[in-house]
């Protein structure tokens, strides 16, 4: 009999592999900006808007891909944000949020491509429902703070609900949860289908960080 060494747990590797971009999308000028209280809310409500543009891509398909083996089983409503979105817009822009709302290239970009990976590659579109979802479930609850306290948000209320998994009722224990889910999603992928997720996990932070650098080239500094 052969023995095989285990590939190392997939959500590892994920973690790992994305570690700098983390990084890198964390100390952008942007993010920067905003976790220090310098930006007006106008800037905010712009993020908020890209977001719903993002989202709307990445929820639109989740439907289908439910159906899908691998992918199936991370995919949960409990997680979806575009209606939460939807209601922070309408608190920060007004009833008439849609009507001025236009992604900026980058973020059409970003919702591009996510269109075109839940239509063709369905592993590849989990590279970055991970890095939205668990990042949202983690580093979003410091920008949910900062935001609260830059703009007077009532807590978890509304304007930050993006930021609140209501449904989500130890966000500990999910993300746990997720992770196993992640590693057997990696162990039925080969080694090569592997890396390929793990590259587009890559680029997924890169699309979120030129949404940020193109939000930051509008709202340099509102000061
Ligand atoms: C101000 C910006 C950010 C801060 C302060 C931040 C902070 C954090 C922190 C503290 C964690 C670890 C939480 C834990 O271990 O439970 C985390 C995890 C994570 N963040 Fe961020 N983050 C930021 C931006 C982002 C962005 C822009 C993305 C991608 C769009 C992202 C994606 C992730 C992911 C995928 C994880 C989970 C890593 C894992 O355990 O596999 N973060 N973040």
């Known amino acids: 009999m052969s023995e095989s060494v285990p590939p190392t747990a997939f ?9 700098e971009e983390h990084e890198a999308a964390e100390h952008s000028s942007f993010m920067g900006h905003l976790l220090n209280g310098r930006l007006g809310v106008d800037a905010y409500a712009q993020l908020s808007g890209q977001l719903w543009f993002v989202y709307r891509a990445l ?15 991370l995919i949960d409503p409990a997680l979806f944000r575009t209606a939460a979105l939807e209601r922070d817009l309408a608190h920060l822009l007004g009833a008439d949020w849609r009507s001025g709302l236009r992604p900026l290239p980058a973020t059409a970009a970003y919702a591009a491509r996510l269109e075109e990976l839940a239509d063709t590659w369905p592993n590849g579109y989990l590279a970055h429902h991970y890095t939205r979802y668990l990042g949202d479930l983690s580093g979003g609850q410091i920008i949910r703070g900062a935001a609260e306290r830059t703009w007077g948000f009532e807590r978890k209320g509304a304007g930050v609900e993006f930021y609140v998994f209501a449904e989500v009722a130890n ?3 999910y993300k746990r949860e997720y992770r196993e889910k992640l590693d057997a999603a990696g162990l039925a992928m080969d080694e090569v289908e592997r890396r390929r997720v793990v590259e587009e996990c890559k680029r997924a932070f890169t699309l979120n960080g030129a949404v940020f650098a193109d939000l930051d080239t509008r709202y340099p500094l509102s000061a």
Not at 11 to 19: C, D, E, H, Q
Not at 61 to 72: I, N, Q, S, T
């Open 59 to 73: 929820e639109g398909r989740a439907a289908e891909l439910a159906a899908d083996p691998v992918v199936g089983p």
């Open 11 to 19: 959500s590892t590797v994920l973690r790992t592999a994305s570690s």
């Open 171 to 173: 966000p500990a224990a």
